[in-house]
């Protein structure tokens, strides 16, 4: 059976709809109850059988910070996929990052190691590389000397502990994709920035990033699980575009105004004390310089390995807008 950690969140729970929708069954774990109503409404959403679908999952209650709670998770279980973590770059954060990103991953890998589990892929994140070289790739090594945010570090981190599970004979695959674009979860991440779009945003930041489709992620990862490819790390970034041209993509599909004006350093770093103050907004100094970079991630060598093709800019633009337009049309 397939384990599926972080299946309340954007990843794990669009796998677990992926996996079920191919009748495979899945275990996944939940710390509560509640969390399982977002997952529940995905699936009506997406499917015209959503309980049979459901039918298909075995939910278990555990947290991936409590050892002990997961060693029954482990029973009759082959493959492993990690998408549980932790997101956030508020500086008082840093003590859960890094007991949910570094401590909840060797937690797990310890136990994959003890019920001889046959692979362990495990969701990182762009954060986790370098941004020196141009464009990165999966041999851009991190550097210390560069500023991170604790969050970064956090998946930094949960990665060293896949590798040195890797060398312990643990077969092992990461992947590290961009910023996911992926509906339903519309109070984080992209989500937040729909929102405000749809409010009416004036300023843009003057960098830009990768993206990539949810449904690319989940494919990919399931193409990589089900091959021969062992003790290999791969970047899953769709396109890089910049944050104007991502916004006014955004803003056209929901007939809004784009923003108009470039926001500037001074402006980032009022906001940024606003943010320290209020703990909303830009609320770390790694986070505001994101605002001002613009690092190109290469997937080639995931493109080559798997003849992949990604879903287009566009496309993920429109489905995206679209699911937010009907969930908010009541």
Do not use: C
């Amino acid at each position: 059976m397939i384990l599926v950690t972080g299946g309340t969140g954007l990843v794990g729970s669009h796998l677990l709809l992926y996996l079920t929708r191919k009748d495979i069954k899945v275990r996944a774990i939940y710390r509560t109850k509640n969390s399982l109503k977002k997952i529940r409404h995905l699936f009506k959403y997406y499917s015209a059988e959503p309980e049979k679908l459901w039918a298909n999952i075995e939910w278990l209650p555990a947290d991936i910070t409590d050892i002990a709670s997961l060693e029954s998770v482990f029973d009759g279980i082959s493959h492993v996929y990690h998408t549980a973590a932790k997101v956030s770059f508020k500086p008082g954060d840093k003590e859960i990052l890094m007991q949910t990103n570094v401590i909840g991953t060797a937690n797990l890998l310890h136990l994959a190691m003890d019920h001889s589990i046959q692979k362990f892929l495990h969701v990182s994140s762009i954060a986790a590389l370098g941004t020196y070289d141009n464009p990165v790739t999966e041999q851009t090594h991190w550097n210390w000397k560069e500023k991170h945010s604790d969050y970064a570090v956090s998946k930094y981190l949960s990665e060293m502990e896949v590798w040195r599970a890797g060398q312990e004979g643990l077969p092992v695959v990461i992947v590290n994709p961009s910023v996911i674009l992926g509906a339903h979860f519309w109070n984080d991440g992209i989500g937040k920035v729909i929102q405000k779009i749809r409010k009416g945003m004036l300023f843009f930041p003057p960098g830009g990033n990768g993206f990539v489709d949810v449904w690319d992620v989940v494919k990919i990862m399931t193409e990589l699980m089900n091959r021969k490819i062992n003790n290999a790390s791969f970047i899953v970034s769709g396109y890089d575009t910049s944050y104007i041209e991502f916004l006014t993509a955004l803003a056209n599909v929901l007939e809004k105004q784009p923003p108009k004006y470039k926001l500037s350093r001074l402006m980032a770093e009022i906001l940024y004390w606003i943010g320290r103050l209020t703990g909303k907004g830009i609320t770390s100094r790694a986070l505001l310089n994101t605002l001002f970079q613009h690092p190109h991630y290469s997937s080639q060598k995931l493109i080559d390995t798997l003849d992949y093709k990604f879903i287009p800019f566009e496309a993920s633009i429109h489905n995206l807008t679209r699911h937010y337009l009907k969930d908010f049309k009541k």
